[in-house]
């Protein structure tokens, strides 16, 4: 990849909430990222909080070096939605580029402080704070008026999906930027059962958003037509534990059908795929839709929620379907009717979604992000 000679001399920090060991679709979209940056900048860092939040009580290693990336964690207080990290400053000071993840405290923090800290600015937004309808009234209070203001402190700010720039446009007009997210399309690649299965899944953190209730009440009708069908359900608790989501399964009879499966490592995750053939999401939200392009580089069939995000998945690729999972009925049926579609055409899906997905490699997302960082820098824009 080439280097340019200014960002070969520069030390670019990363700040997120959350890094590894915790996971998730911001986590390893910043592992990702550093691990691409590793070769093009003089220094590479990530400042993030000192607890994963499913795991409160453990407090973990002030530094750490993972993949080559040096971590750097720091204390926080209040809410894990908006964790105040009183060192953020300092542990900046070192950093000629700052690139922020998310709207939350340090992307307000470090706005509110650039005239002290004053370093180059940069946001992802990750889908901002509009993943769930929770407080609606309020966000949109304060994305109008605080999230305005902070937006005008960042040399750009760079929004992962159309449904995004168009909400963010709103406020930070010229200095929004579309860079579609970069995702490891080897890691499950390929890995769809070659022959038609009735075993789908489903990929994520057990958050309100992803709307697994409606999941589970959609396979609730399926296994009652057709008791041959299977779910497994891959993530990380997050607002809804493992428990509570073993409960919901068993409340609705499920207990035979649904797997759930907390904190798989990816080879196992990827021998588990090699028996399904479908991908299922009744998500509500998605700030990129990682999940989607990962199943869909696996081969997997996608039968998902028309959100936004999603949406625009299915104008661009026709072998993703839509359907809403408000409609138990509508879904069951439709993945009956796609099931015995897929009977004749299933390699030439599976080739055809596996294709789909190749723009999305993290080399090229990288070049992107840095030549962003060089065409701010180097036009002297000013915050």
Same mark, same amino acid.
């Given at each position: 990849m080439h280097t340019s000679p200014f960002l070969a001399r520069q030390e670019i920090v990363h700040v997120v909430r959350q890094y590894a060991p915790g996971i998730g679709g911001l986590e390893e979209f910043v592992a990702s990222l550093a691990a691409q940056q590793r070769g093009m900048f003089a220094k590479v860092r990530v400042v993030t909080c000192d607890r994963v939040f499913s795991d409160l009580e453990t407090k973990l290693a002030a530094h750490e070096?993972?993949?080559?990336?040096?971590?750097?964690?720091?204390?926080?207080?209040?809410?894990?939605?908006?964790?105040?990290?009183?060192?953020?400053?300092?542990?900046?000071?070192?950093?000629?580029?700052?690139?922020?993840?998310?709207?939350?405290?340090?992307?307000?923090?470090l706005a509110a402080t650039r005239i002290l800290h004053k370093k180059p600015l940069f946001v992802t937004t990750h889908g901002g704070f509009f993943h769930t309808q929770a407080y609606a009234t309020l966000k949109k209070i304060w994305f109008q008026t605080l999230t305005r203001a902070s937006a005008t402190g960042y040399r750009a700010v760079v929004c992962c999906s159309?449904?995004?720039?168009?909400?963010?446009?709103?406020?930070a007009g010229k200095r929004v930027r579309l860079i579609f997210n970069g995702v490891d399309i080897e890691k499950f690649s390929g890995a769809a059962s070659k022959t038609l299965s009735r075993r789908a899944v489903t990929i994520g953190r057990f958050s309100n958003n992803k709307r697994l209730d409606l999941l589970l009440?959609?396979?609730?009708? %399926?296994? /009652?037509?057709?008791? #041959?069908?299977?779910?497994?359900?891959?993530?990380?608790?997050?607002?809804?534990?493992?428990?509570? +989501?073993?409960?919901?399964?068993?409340?609705?009879?499920?207990?035979?059908?649904?797997?759930?499966?907390?904190?798989?490592?990816?080879?196992?995750?990827?021998?588990?795929?090699?028996?399904?053939?479908?991908? %299922?999401? /009744?998500?509500?939200? #998605?700030g990129f839709g990682l999940a989607l392009i990962e199943a869909m580089s696996a081969g997997l069939i996608? +039968?998902?929620?028309?959100?936004?995000?999603?949406?625009?998945f299915a104008e661009e690729h026709g072998d993703v379907e839509l359907c809403d999972f408000s409609d138990a009925d509508a879904v069951a049926r439709k993945l009956q009717s796609l099931h015995a579609r897929m009977d004749e055409n299933l390699a030439d899906s599976q080739i055809a979604l596996m294709d789909a997905v190749?723009?999305?490699?993290?080399?090229?997302?990288?070049?992107?992000?840095?030549?962003?960082?060089?065409?701010?820098?180097?036009?002297?824009?000013?915050?």
């Open positions: 070096v993972i993949d080559g990336v040096e971590v750097e964690r720091i204390p926080f207080l209040g809410s894990t939605r908006y964790p105040v990290m009183p060192g953020l400053w300092r542990a900046i000071r070192s950093a000629d580029i700052v690139h922020v993840h998310g709207i939350d405290f340090a992307f307000d923090a159309e449904s995004d720039r168009e909400t963010f446009s709103k406020i009440d959609m396979f609730a009708k %399926l296994a /009652a037509q057709d008791p #041959e069908w299977r779910l497994e359900i891959f993530g990380v608790p997050f607002d809804i534990t493992g428990e509570e +989501l073993e409960s919901m399964v068993a409340a609705r009879n499920l207990t035979q059908a649904v797997k759930i499966s907390v904190g798989l490592p990816v080879d196992e995750i990827r021998q588990a795929l090699e028996r399904a053939s479908f991908f %299922l999401s /009744a998500s509500e939200y #998605e996608p +039968l998902v929620q028309p959100n936004e995000a999603y949406r625009a190749q723009t999305y490699s993290w080399a090229q997302t990288a070049k992107t992000y840095s030549a962003l960082y060089e065409s701010c820098l180097s036009r002297g824009d000013i915050a």
